[in-house]
């Protein structure tokens, strides 16, 4: 594995950051979610040396990232904070990263780092006068310039338009293809499932689940799933499945629809076609509702 | 190597027009202050009168004043604003960035206090003596602050601020009540070079010659080896 | 029709009173004391403004200490309250350097003027209220330990005799006190608006105070030029000023005319005010 933390644990004098975290990341795209203040953006840092853990260790690599700076010929970080060496324009700021990267031709890989991120190449302006999307794309860019095997992103889609975000989420995906391990901290639900379905999620400074987040939802057994149906007879549909026992509620949202909770998907799927069948209900959609990140996140943050 | 580009980095960051014109106008005003010492009276000791300016405002006010605005901006800003991670997170020993910010704040540094020095000793027309004094003591005294605020910068917030009250209530007050405290003010040594150098009575409170070049050249020394550490060990934003 | 309450009904309008530019003016003179002296801030912020305060009263605890235990012949040995603020020039002198850019360059730096302008505040009242903050601060070291040692005497009756004489030095204390408060007010705040970072602001201020020492220092003893040129120093024409209030004088500065000193004092104060509103005027406040 790239990345394994063992029983880390940050604290800030009485604030308990992160409380025993334990995981290991290999290649691919995984996903860092977690509500405000649940402890991602400290447990980046700690992956990448900018701050110790109180208790336990990581390894990126195999190596200790406080205490090795070698190791960052293989990482690259993309930080959130906005600042920038504001004075130097936006290859310029590449150019540094690559310099003190030791690459034979950095001002090459400078420029193959911008043009990836689309930026201008020729721009002259400093990096003050950037939006703040530019910041953002001329960060990753930064991180980029080095090739490096492993590439941690916090909040790398602030800032960005729709269109910018769905290319850089490409990237992130084509990074993760090329058998680079890339662990992105992300709020933005909808487009992280974009990325893949590999998940870490933390919450109160305690890692609350992780693997794909599918077969997270199917272990959360305590939640009933919700699912949408769209049919010509949504009462006698509805009384059906209730009659039968494979739902554990429904309503009627409209005429052409209802929502229903059960706690055996499986089970419903058998029934459902039967029951439609024996109320003369013809089935024109069947849509989970509550099977995105964004409802596991939700059933996840919201045990505490 | 890379603490060139750490240097080359920390010089445009450490350079600004705004800074540069204060500072140049204020290291202005000694050699306006050399000329006013030479258009001075026959009754007038020009050789006090000069050294009372290098003394008091070329050691005293512009040496630890512009030291610290660059020294302690030089990895301190970057750790404030957090920047400082693109430095950190680099295939860079922790010693080679000192080093680099360390020089960048000397080229800077020793330039705009040195300069005005000497151009200000030449200008009061009293002998090479005080033209050699100014460069030495000017020197010594920008290498002892430089290193000492550079460190700063990196463990204290508003560094700059906590400079100016070791330069005023310290340098300014304290070390002048007594040998002891006299020992820990940086001033005092370069003092010292100062008068000696430029053939003056022995001021109150000097240090021997020996000890008056010796010990500002092992503080600095051991400042750097303390910004290192402390670097190594700081959290990054 | 069955009775029926609302008891929340969610965002509504504000029909209050509204206090006016007067109150945005007190509001933001007491938000930026506070700011300064670190007051609903972690300690680190306190910890600056505090000691150099603790400095300034020092030498008043220290005499009135010394009141105590000194013999009553003695006594007449120790420091007048006019001649206290050659004890701590230093840390009046740090105390300004700090002051004023705490108070202003933050909100140009981080871009909160352009809130603070959108309130009932033009660039003149936000001057004021900004002047005002930093005079009540710089109060706390001109005239409160002066004062405190006054106290402190006259209970140990070390100080004056009759109540009329405790009347006219009180009444000298806070003219002196003030007067030195406005002083450095405006000529701190003169150079912290010309930078948008404390620090520089902060050095800079006090390379204007000490090198003024040397400048006008060399330009009397190298030139033989008069003693009058001690205008031109920022460290003392203030404190004469002050001493002259008090009815006595420098030694050295003797010979100097008391109107002198009050030109000299308030011609300080008038460039420093130009500058500032030039400077604030001009400003682009939002982008």
Sequence with gaps: MTIVAEKVTKTFRDVVALSEVSFSIGPGVTALLGPNGAGKS?????????????????????????????????????????????????????????????????????RRAVELVELDVTDRRPVRAYSKGMRQRIKVAHALVHDPEVVL????????????????????????????????????????????????????????????????????????????????????????????????????????????????????RRALARVARERSARLREVVPLDDDLDSVFRYLVARR | MMARTVYRLSLRLLVTRGRLAALVAVGAVAILLGGVVRAGGADVDKGKAVYD????????????????????????????????????????????????????????????????????????????????????????????????????????KRALVWGLAYVLIWEGAVARTGRGAARLAVHVYARSVLAR????????????????????????????????????????? | MTEARIHDAGYRRYTGVRLGPSQAIRSLTRHTAQRVMGLRRPARYKALPFLVVLIAYLPAAVFVGLAAFLPHQLRGQLPKVSDYYGFVTAAIVLFVAFVAPESMCPDRKYRTLSLYLAAPLDRLSYLRAKAQAVVAILALVTVGPPVLMLIGLSLQNAGPKHPSDLAIVVVRILASGTMLAVFYTSISMAVASLTDRRAFAAAFTLILVAGSVTVAGTLVYALGATHSLVVLNLSRVPFEMSQRIFGTYDNDLRGVPTVVIVLGTVGWFALGCAVTWWRYRRLQVTR
């Design chain 1, 153 to 268: 992103l916090d909040e790398p889609l602030e800032g960005l338009d729709p269109r910018q975000r769905l290319r850089m989420i490409d990237l992130f995906r084509r990074l993760g293809d090329e058998g680079r391990t890339v662990l992105v901290s992300s709020h933005v639900l909808d487009e992280v499932e974009k990325f893949g379905s590999r998940v870490l999620v933390i919450a109160q400074g305690r890692l609350a689940a992780e693997g794909d987040f599918r077969a997270i939802r199917e272990l959360m057994d305590d939640r009933p799933h919700r699912l949408r149906l769209g049919t010509d007879r949504p009462r006698e549909l509805a009384a059906g499945l209730l009659a039968g026992g494979v739902v554990v509620g429904a309503w009627v949202t409209n005429a052409e629809s209802i929502t229903v909770d059960t706690v055996d998907v499986a089970a419903f």
């Design chain 1, 42 to 110: 400290t447990m980046l840092r700690i992956l990448c040396g900018l701050t110790p853990a109180s208790e336990g260790s990581v390894e990126i690599l195999g190596r200790d990232p406080r205490r090795d700076p070698g190791l960052f010929r293989s990482v690259g970080l993309v930080p959130q904070q906005e600042a920038l060496f504001d004075p130097l324009t936006g290859l310029q700021f590449v150019l540094v990263g690559a310099e003190l990267q030791g690459l034979a031709d950095p001002g090459a890989a400078a």
């Design chain 2, 197 to 237: 150098m430029a053939d003056r009575p022995e001021p109150k409170l000097a240090i021997a010659p020996f000890t008056s070049v010796f010990v500002p050249l092992v503080v600095a020394a051991l400042a750097v080896v303390l910004a290192i550490w402390l670097l190594t060990r700081a959290e990054v934003a």
């Design chain 2, 53 to 156: 300016v290098l003394d008091a405002y070329c050691l005293g006010v512009l040496a630890p004043i512009v030291a610290l605005v660059f020294a302690s901006a030089a990895l301190g800003d970057p750790a404030e604003d957090g920047t400082l991670v693109y430095l950190w997170l680099k295939p860079v020993a922790r010693w080679q960035i000192v080093v680099g910010a360390l020089a960048a704040s000397l080229t800077v540094a020793l330039p705009l206090v040195v300069v005005p020095s000497v151009v200000a000793a030449e200008a009061s027309g009293v002998g090479h003596g005080v033209v050699g004094a100014a460069a030495a003591a000017g020197t010594l005294s920008v290498l002892a602050y430089t290193t000492i605020f550079l460190g700063l910068g990196l463990k204290v």
